[in-house]
């Protein structure tokens, strides 16, 4: 396994929860100069109790982490039906996937999603996609799109100043925004699906 750096774990962690760095200095009893250290990388590791409480916060043994020793790593898993990973974790936090250290890097959390807009791609209901936070994508990409705080899988393609939203389902229509649509219903791309994977 490939190391993952101090600051990779701290900045994940942050963000999943939404913890600003007063309450990471809190969560790990040290202080708000030593989290900003750690977020910048100028610390690259941990020790004593530190990395015990570290460890025991984060569910797995996070100087085995820093070593590239083999351990689970995880990330968490949301559903549908809340838009934003910010508000999923809040309300729609449905527990963790393990991940490889490559992916762990590569991405931010999974969906488990709950229709088949997506089923001639292979995602279907149940399936759990991995989404990585961008606000752009190529029209190849499968996003994640939320249009009045409801979030979608879809393909985005910009025309004659139309975005249109497509689903890989023939039975699914196309949604179609105006520039004044878009903007009244808040309409924007959270994040890029970078593999999915059916769960029995």
Known sequence: ME???????????????????KDLSEIFQVSTNTVNRWLRGEIQSVQGDTAERISEILGYDVLAVLRGQIVDLKKPVVSMKRAGYELFIVQDHLGDAIVSSEEYKAGDYFIKVDN????????????????????????????VVVADDIAYLRYVKKEEGFTILSAANSEVDDMIYSRTQARREHLAVIGKVLFSKNVY
């Open 3 to 21: 190391p993952v750096s101090l600051n990779d774990i701290m900045r994940e962690y942050k963000t999943r929860y939404q913890y600003t760095n």
């Open 116 to 143: 088949n807009d997506m089923c001639d791609v292979g995602i279907v209901n149940g399936s759990l996609v991995y989404v990585k936070k961008v606000n752009r994508v190529s029209p190849e990409d499968i996003a």
